[in-house]
């Protein structure tokens, strides 16, 4: 089992410039997050899928879109990049929502940096 | 005021020390409580899981709820080098879908 994964690992854009970060997760979980991980800043929530089909804004979800492709798939999409977007991205996914805990399991991370 | 605060540390303990990490946080709704553990340049892996208020140990780690105070820890026992890392605590609700994270403590262990 690969558990969770992302892609790419790192990436430079310029301002303005669009993207998309993959996530995929082999765990058979119902639901899937995006954090974004700032210096003294915590991992905060930008939007969550409790469900195949089904998608949910965080806590900072302005100039993210997401898509749940299926239920392994999970991708978040920058379509105007700007420095404040220069940031640690995490995937994760969790069994909560089949009557299971919240235990999350992350992915390894895409290091974005926006110039 | 944040939903949850965490010392961010550093922490710097010598080898085979008791370490206490904390937690406060405001949202009486919050119900499950967690602990990660993040190295440098990875994703978090989760620690301690634990519901409502109680203990929970597992090897040298252990977990304390103190609900009434909004308050939890997580000790170590007999500290490694290889525990050196940076310490989330995390919590939701009953709903279960919008964890909220610490700032997380850095941890480092002396040899």
């Known amino acids: 089992n690969a558990g969770v994964t992302q892609t790419p690992k790192f990436q430079v854009l310029k301002t303005g410039q669009s993207m998309t970060l993959q996530c995929a997760q082999d765990?058979?979980?119902?639901?899937m997050y995006w954090y974004r991980q700032d210096p003294g800043m915590g991992l905060r929530l930008i939007y969550y899928?409790?469900?195949?089909?089904?998608?949910d804004k965080g806590e900072v979800p302005n100039g993210y879109n997401v898509s749940r492709l299926n239920k392994r798939e999970f991708s978040l999409r920058l379509e105007s990049a700007a420095p404040s977007q220069t940031s640690v991205y995490f995937c994760a996914s969790s069994a909560a929502g089949s009557g299971a805990s919240n235990e999350q399991f992350f992915g390894p991370g895409t290091r974005l940096t926006v110039l | 005021q944040k939903e949850v605060e965490q010392d961010p540390g550093p922490l710097s303990v010598p080898e085979g020390a008791i370490v206490s990490l904390n937690c406060t946080y405001s949202n009486s709704a919050f119900q499950y409580f967690m602990w990660y553990r993040q190295y440098s340049r990875k994703g978090p892996e989760l620690l301690m899981y634990?519901?409502?208020?109680g203990n929970k140990e597992d090897g040298r780690f252990t977990a304390q709820v103190d609900k009434s105070s909004k308050y939890i820890s997580l000790f170590i026992r007999d500290s490694q080098p290889s525990d050196s890392a940076t310490y989330l605590c995390?919590?939701?609700?009953?709903?279960?879908?919008?964890?909220?994270f610490g700032a997380g403590t850095r941890l480092f262990v002396k040899a």
């Open positions: 899928s409790a469900s195949e089909g089904t998608t």
């Open positions: 765990m058979n979980h119902n639901s």
């Open positions: 995390a919590m939701t609700d009953t709903g279960g879908f919008k964890t909220i």
């Open positions: 634990t519901y409502s208020s």
